[in-house]
Antibody, heavy 121, light 107 residues
Framework: EVQLVESGGGLVQPGGSLRLSCAASGFTFSSYAMSWVRQAPGKGLEWVSGISGSSDITFAADSVKGRFTISRDNSRNTLHLQMDRLRAEDTAVYYC??????????????WGQGTLVTVAS | DIQMTQSPSTLSASVGDRVTITCRASQGIRTWLAWYQQKPGNAPKLLIYSASSLESGVPSRFSGSGSGTEFTLTITSLQPDDFATYYCQQYSSPLRTFGQGTKVEIK
């Protein structure tokens, strides 16, 4: 079955760190770029960061640049998001999403179910 | 960054109605636009890509049009399963951006 399954969300204090993971199955993981997209409670979608299939190209939204790092392990079919210096405004459901091609320049044709990150003291 | 603005923010309609949602880009994006449907508690689902191409498995009552800075998503005959929030997304820039969403409610 083609699917993405996120994990690693939870409650963290402001200034803290968290590492999200996304396990992919049912497709050739290394052949597709991947992204993280988040959704604050009751709000719209915000693209966070993207990475090419071979990890040679990465992009991040200005709101997380310098604090969040996207990476992938193609041998384990896993995508990661390392989140440091977390702020209250980072509270959201974080989705991993599969890009349409190997470069991170397109739309998303497969989404995970999301993992909730809550930043609060 | 390219800003995407959807209108209206909320739309009240009845089953069988024709519904149109507009998405405007802050600069020209050719046809690098996708549309998604999201239901409460669920992940978004791809409906349309390249402004007007229907994703496999999506009912033909959904259609998209436009190019440059103005785009529309049309549902020709609204079905009960279509009450949801719809988002546009540009991919002209690698810093992808979404519209703020349009909620389609039951009238």
């Amino acid at each position: 079955e083609v699917q993405l399954v996120e994990s690693g969300g939870g409650l963290v204090q402001p200034g803290g760190s968290l590492r999200l993971s996304c396990a992919a199955s049912g497709f050739t993981f290394s052949s597709y770029a991947m992204s993280w997209v988040r959704q604050a409670p009751g709000k719209g979608l915000e693209w966070v960061s993207g990475i090419s299939g071979s990890s040679d190209i990465t992009f991040a939204a200005d709101s997380v640049k310098g604090r969040f790092t996207i990476s992938r392990d193609n041998s384990r079919n896993t995508l990661h998001l390392q989140m440091d210096r977390l702020r209250a405004e980072d509270t959201a459901v974080y989705y991993c999403a599969k890009d349409q091609l190997v470069e991170p320049y397109y739309y998303f044709d497969l989404w995970g179910q999301g993992t909730l990150v809550t930043v609060a003291s | 960054d390219i800003q995407m603005t959807q209108s209206p923010s909320t739309l009240s309609a009845s089953v069988g109605d024709r519904v149109t949602i507009t998405c405007r880009a802050s600069q020209g994006i050719r046809t690098w636009l996708a549309w998604y449907q999201q239901k409460p508690g669920n992940a978004p689902k791809l409906l349309i890509y390249s402004a007007s191409s229907l994703e496999s498995g999506v009912p033909s009552r959904f259609s998209g049009s436009g190019s440059g800075t103005e785009f529309t998503l049309t549902i020709t005959s609204l079905q009960p399963d279509d009450f949801a929030t719809y988002y546009c997304q540009q991919y002209s820039s690698p810093l992808r951006t979404f519209g703020q969403g349009t909620k389609v409610e039951i009238k």
